[in-house]
């Protein structure tokens, strides 16, 4: 069957059923008013017996209710396919929808628990609702390999930060935040949590921009800039 | 002598049939018929329980387009005419139909040699 004569079945074959018996019927309506017709001659010119017309050309044409619906099924077989295809189509699309739904429950869940760790870190209350970060790593999957860093105080973007996956630096780290505020004048990094925590740099900002810097930072340390 | 009563058409042969007479000028349902059993000088008789399922499924395939006119009475009456791939299905069905009987002439005639050989022996 070529591409037109397909068009043409599916076009017809997703038209309503009513509609498609009703064209069923009134084809077989025509076909038995010209059997009638024809039974119904003088009988010098019938070429089928004397019996009542209607009575006759009905026994002719046979199980008139079963070829109707062997007609309506011949032109719905094109329907059942695209149901079938559309089931199909549908039950991927779900499917395709749970999984991106699950990627972006897992992706802001770790988010959300990062954002609770630093705010008790800060002192602040738990967040229970999804926050957007100042800004994002380029690859979610890499940060969450590596874990976060975060850094308050006089910068222009404070936050949480997704770890690049061959280490992040002090300065890069402050780039990523949109830079100190003119009046900062130092940044401290700490390391660990209570008692364990320990400053690992406390780098003047002067210093930090004049000079290479050499500050790798670990996940979870904590920044302040002053 | 009575006249023969017609034959129903052989399987295989109604969508051949169909498109042939179609080939000749579009038609109904009833007219296709009729002009079937009189081509044939009544020898086949197409009916209905075949007629209207083969019309269906060559109009699906392409081979006949259907469409709608009003009869003298102003009913709405199906008229199919062919297509052109119905004109190039009808070609191979006629060469493979012509192939077929060819055939069956031969084995026809090979047996009627061989039952002539069989008397002249005995």
């Known amino acids: 069957m070529n591409l037109r004569a397909r068009i043409h079945a599916i076009a017809r074959a997703t038209r309503p059923r009513s509609e498609i018996e009703t064209d069923v019927n009134d084809e077989f309506a025509h076909h038995l008013e010209q059997l009638q017709t024809e039974v119904s001659r003088p009988s010098g010119q019938r070429t089928t017996g004397d019996e009542d017309g209607t009575v006759l050309a009905a026994a002719r044409f046979g199980d008139a209710d079963a070829l109707r619906r062997q007609c309506v099924n011949i032109q719905l077989e094109d329907r059942t396919m695209l149901m079938k295809l559309n089931a199909i189509l549908t039950a991927a699309l779900l499917l395709a929808a749970g999984a991106l739904g699950w990627i972006v429950i897992r992706n802001t869940t770790e988010q959300t628990r990062a954002m609770n760790t630093l705010a008790q870190r800060v002192g602040a209350s738990p967040i229970s609702r999804t926050v957007t970060l100042p800004r994002q790593p380029s690859s979610q999957s890499d940060a969450a390999k590596t874990g976060f860093v975060y850094i308050s105080g006089n910068v222009n973007r404070a936050g949480v930060y997704g770890m690049e996956k061959a280490g992040m630096t002090l300065d890069r780290l402050l780039v990523a935040a949109g830079g100190a505020k003119p009046d900062a004048k130092k940044v401290t990094v700490k390391r660990g949590e209570g008692a364990k925590q320990i400053t690992v740099a406390e780098t003047p900002l002067a210093e930090l921009a004049s000079t290479a810097c050499t500050t790798v930072l670990a996940p979870d340390d904590l920044v302040t800039v002053e | ?122």
């Open chain 2, 1 to 122: 002598m009575p006249p023969k009563p017609p034959r129903d058409i052989l399987p295989g042969t109604l969508d051949l049939l169909i498109l042939r007479t179609l080939a000749a000028a579009p038609d109904h349902g009833y007219g296709i018929a009729k002009s079937i059993q009189r081509t044939s000088a009544d020898a086949l008789k197409v009916e209905e329980g075949s007629l209207y399922p083969a019309l269906h499924r060559l109009e699906k395939r392409g081979l006949i387009e259907g469409s709608w006119q009003k009869s003298d009475t102003g009913r709405r009456v199906r008229t199919y005419t062919i297509t052109k791939d119905g004109r190039a299905a009808l070609k191979q069905e006629i060469d493979a139909w012509k192939s077929v009987t060819a055939a069956v002439a031969r084995v026809l005639a090979a047996s009627r040699a061989a039952i002539e050989r069989n008397r002249a022996s005995a």
